[in-house]
Structure formats: C-alpha cells, structure tokens
C-alpha cells in the first residue's frame, strides 16, 4: 500500500505485508522519496520498519542501484520499484550488498539470517501494534499507516457492520 503525503507529494508512504518467506508476518514500513528532477533519476526507498536484509543499509535504505542503475524516463516505472521492494523479502541477493553484516550472516549461515529476520519480522509487528517504538524514526513520522489495537469486542462491532452493510459516519470504524 502507498499513499502521498499530506505534506509532500514527492513523500510517499507505504506498508508491505509479508504473507511468506523468511520475513513471513511481517509488516514492514517506508518512505518512497521522489527527487525534484523525477523522472529523470531514481527515488530512494527508506524503510522505517527496521530490516535486516544485505540489500538495506542499517539506516533503512534500500540499494535500488542494483536494480535500477540507471532511471531512464518511460521505461523506469515507480511500481517498478515498488515490485522490486517487495520481491526483496523473497529473494535474498548478496551480490553487491549494502549491508556487509546481513550478507555474511546468508553466507555464515542461513539459520541464523533467518532467526535475525524474525527478530525484524516481531519487531515489525510491535511497532504495528504501537507497543514499542522505532529507533529509526520519532513515533510521529507523518506516516498515514497509523493503527490502533482493538479489544475484541470492539473489533466483533466492526465486522458485525461490515457484515451487514451498516454505514457509519466517516471516521467511526
């Protein structure tokens, strides 16, 4: 999911949802910034989720010049991008990697890259659910991904509504 910021629109914020792999679970934050001189060179991708990965500097960037060396206009696409981000939680390249620590860890052993991805992967769910806070970005990081944990009496309510079709004022879910 990617959203414009209100406060910028060469801001974009999104969430990737991890189903499988071994990031499984995870929902991973980023910021995707578009530079003035778009489309003529390449956005950058910040994850605000930390991510252990050979491919994402410790500080969340992720290295698109691996995928995209050069960003040539109409044929360089963001959903291009957006495509390679996800992909890079299901194929996990060390080639060329940005993040020496996470690709000795593939190369050392896979157990334990995969135990440190689940580590990212509880993280990410923690900072979902609002119950620990990033060290890589202040709470308020103008990211409209903002949830709020339900009770379940609360959340039986909601898919009670939204089973029956019921509509409420914007804002009330």
Same mark, same amino acid.
């Given at each position: ?131 620990? #806070? ?5 709470? *308020? *990081? ?13 959340? #039986?309510?909601?898919? #009670? ?13």
């Amino acid at each position: 999911y990617v959203v414009p910021s209100f406060k910028s629109l060469q801001v974009w914020h999104g969430m990737i949802f991890i189903k499988i792999g071994m990031f499984a679970d995870g929902c991973f934050k980023f910021n995707l910034y578009i530079p003035d001189n778009f489309p003529y060179a390449r956005p950058s991708l910040r994850f605000i989720t930390p991510v252990f990965h050979p491919q994402v500097k410790p500080t969340g960037e992720l290295n698109l010049a691996k995928a995209f060396p050069t960003w040539t206009p109409r044929k360089d696409r963001i959903w291009h991008l957006l495509r390679y981000t996800k992909r890079c939680f299901f194929s996990i390249n060390t080639f060329d990697a940005t993040n020496p620590v996470a690709a000795e860890a593939v190369h050392k052993s896979i157990d334990t890259f995969r135990s440190q991805a689940k580590l990212c992967v509880e993280k990410s769910i923690k900072l979902f659910n609002k119950t620990e #806070e990033s060290d890589i970005t202040p709470a *308020d *990081d103008g990211n409209v991904f903002n949830v709020k944990p339900l009770a379940s009496q609360e959340l #039986e309510k909601i898919k #009670e509504k939204l089973l029956l079709g019921v509509k409420a004022p914007f804002g009330t879910l």
